[in-house]
């Protein structure tokens, strides 16, 4: 398995990060910073079961439904701001997708995967890693792209 098309979902988020301010989210949304610290939690847990899937593990699991706001809130003031989380992402992603190109055919490897954005995607269920990593491109990055994109003033 290739990160290509992972790096490319990254590249438009650091695209739309780049030098932008942003306004306030409307009422019971993430703000920018929240959602930046959103990714860089999601990277860490899926970095985890990439790196167990590496290491051998015949199962992984991958569960986003455990992160929140107080929890993204921390992560905002212990990186001060949007500059230090916007760093953050440009680790968290850089290893996640060196990971994803050393999987090979563990690529394939049912994970128990929950997560849960909305109403538009919804999984609960085992998934091989490729399909979450693919979802991930392709669904959940720009999902929170054009959510970024929507609290430019």
């Known amino acids: 398995m290739e990160s290509g098309g ?11 990060l780049d030098g932008t301010e942003f306004g306030s989210p409307p009422e019971g949304q993430l703000s920018a910073e929240q959602t930046v610290a959103h990714l860089v939690a999601n990277d860490e847990l899926m970095i985890q079961a990439t790196e167990a899937l590496l290491a051998g593990s015949p199962f992984a699991y991958y569960d986003l439904d455990d992160m929140h706001r107080p929890q993204l809130d921390a992560l905002v ?21 060196g990971l994803v190109d050393q999987l090979g055919l563990a690529a394939e490897t049912p994970v128990e995967t929950h997560l ?5 995607l919804v999984v609960d269920e085992p998934l091989p890693w490729s399909r979450t990593l693919d979802l991930h491109a392709r669904v959940h990055l720009p999902k929170h792209q054009a959510r970024l994109h929507l609290l430019r003033p």
């Open 6 to 16: 992972l790096r490319r979902a990254y590249d438009a988020v650091f695209a739309e």
């Open 77 to 97: 003031a212990e990186q001060g701001g949007l500059r230090g989380l916007t760093a953050l992402l440009h680790d968290t992603s850089d290893r996640l997708c």
């Open 116 to 120: 849960r954005e909305g109403f538009d």
